[in-house]
């Protein structure tokens, strides 16, 4: 039986921290929305010719309906300070991209997070007090 109304709850809002974490999230929602396209190749605009054909129409409509729910969606996983920094954008793309080139880093930034991940990895034991539930929970999170 297939769920028609299937409505995922919303990914926790993106504080600056988990980065990551929040993306892989982000994009599961809006897939599961069929907004992820819209957000990660844009939204190209086109003019419609004078007298469009009613599929010309439709398919307009749904484009800029998708793309402003896209929007939304990104506005309203994020809290207000992380927000200010998006509101100038007017599509999900930029908006997107603008939260990757400021939290996501650049490829030097990148390296320098694998090397300390690798470094930590590496000098990580588990302690004598510590559940194998515990040091497993520790070292997902590194290797993840």
Sequence with gaps: MALTNFSPPPPSKFTGEN??????????YLRAFDLWEVTEKGFES?????????????HHSEQVFNQYKAL???????????F????ACDTAKEAWD?????????SK???????????????LRMKDTETVK?????LLKVVN
């Design 19 to 28: 980065y990551t974490q929040w993306t892989v999230m982000m994009k599961a």
């Design 46 to 58: 086109f003019s419609l010719p004078t007298n469009p054909t009613v599929a010309q129409s439709k």
């Design 72 to 82: 939304t969606c990104i506005h309203s996983s994020v809290i207000e300070t992380i």
């Design 84 to 87: 200010n920094r998006i509101m």
């Design 98 to 106: 603008r939260l990757k080139e400021d939290f996501g880093g650049s």
């Design 109 to 123: 930034t990148k390296t320098m997070q694998l090397l300390n991940l690798r470094r930590e990895f590496e000098f």
């Design 134 to 138: 515990d040091y497993s929970d520790k």
